[in-house]
């Protein structure tokens, strides 16, 4: 029998290298041009509206309230910064209701408060209905829709100039149908932009331009609301009114909010209105603050006072929005709890 040698051996591995010593990279992360532009652009596009934001706005401002602790008057015009500094002096005159200047003032806020009222419960009554019949699908309804929108896409100048010319005693058409065409208060003619009926004028002005920003906003609001609680509801048995207090008003509630704050906010600082509508001088019916400010500053050069007034009704407004946002954001936790 013959033996087979064995198999050498296989040669053992190689050891392996001795470890090199632990190597430090320092990573240094260079930003490439593209990255850079992706992140500046957003800025570079803010910059241009922030640099308007800040001529138009907030230096003005700044410069109103420096004007409201000087005695600002037509004889310092030319050099406001060497206007005699009075500290408070404006603020006191401003709001001490027992002279002059301060109870004008407050009459003004008060006409002012009534009349921020009526407009904003107006217009948002009528463009919550509006935009709660417009949900119903009825042939015009496009027309109607858009019909319903140009008070608020016309200028605000415009409208206001045309409505003067209605309003005029002699030969304005609101005096035309109502005295000669319907016989309504008699043959004589009511005078509109003097007097107590100043304010309705401006009241219906303001409404008229108004109501239809409330229409577009609720009618936005509506379209996320389920057309099949509706159609849940009233195979319950729920009525037309129940839908809308139980279904329509809650789900718009939080646009809702929002909605009151703008139109306070736009009515209650309303300029262009009372002023192309009555000029320089409004009616003492119509005397909103934002025309009482005016004239206190542009019409008797006191430009301290007024700009007092201005620093008064701005801190007013910020505190009705705080409180009114507080008082919002309570009672929407209460809901979701």
């Known amino acids: ?119 904003v419960g107006l217009c948002w009554f009528l463009g919550t209905a509006a935009a709660v019949f417009m949900q119903e699908s009825f042939r015009g309804r496009g027309f109607l829709r858009a019909l319903f929108l140009v008070p608020y896409a016309l200028p605000v100048y415009a409208a206001v100039i045309t409505w003067s010319f209605m309003f005029q005693r002699d030969n304005g058409m609101i005096n035309h149908v109502l005295h000669d065409q319907l016989g309504i208060g008699g043959a004589e003619h009511t005078f509109w932009l003097l007097g107590d009926n100043s304010f309705w004028a401006l009241l219906i002005v303001s409404v008229w331009k108004g109501w239809p920003f409330a229409f577009l906003i609720v009618t936005a609001a509506l379209q996320n609301v389920p057309r099949e609680l509706y159609e849940a509801a009233a195979l ?79 801190l007013f407004l910020l505190l009705v929005t705080a409180v009114y946002l507080l008082v919002t954001m309570r009672g929407r936790r209460k809901s979701d709890a």
Not at 6 to 34: K, L, W
Not at 289 to 295: A, L, P
Request: with cysteine.
């Open 236 to 314: 319950d048995g729920a009525g037309v009114w129940q839908q809308i207090r139980r279904i329509t008003l809650p789900s718009v509630g939080a646009v809702n909010q929002v909605l009151l704050l703008v139109l306070f906010l736009w009515t209650f600082n309303d300029f262009n209105t009372p002023f192309v509508l009555f000029g320089k001088s409004a009616p003492e019916a119509a005397d909103l603050i934002s025309i009482h400010i005016y004239q206190s500053s542009f019409v008797t050069w006191n430009f301290g006072t007024g700009s007092a007034m201005s620093v008064l009704l701005l």
């Open 1 to 119: 029998m013959t033996v087979s040698p064995s198999a050498p051996p296989a040669p053992a591995a190689a050891p392996p290298p001795p470890a090199a010593g632990p190597v430090r990279r320092t990573a240094h992360r260079v930003r490439r041009p593209g990255r850079v532009r992706r992140i500046a652009l957003p800025y570079l596009l803010l910059l241009p509206a922030l640099l308007l934001e800040l001529l138009i706005h907030l230096i003005p401002m700044v410069m109103g309230i420096v004007a409201s602790f000087r005695e600002l008057t037509q004889f310092h015009i030319r050099d406001w910064t060497g206007a005699p500094w009075t500290g408070f002096d404006n603020y006191e005159l401003a709001v001490d209701v027992n002279r002059p200047v301060g109870e004008a003032l407050l009459g003004s806020f008060l006409t002012t408060c009534l009349f921020t009222v009526l407009s």
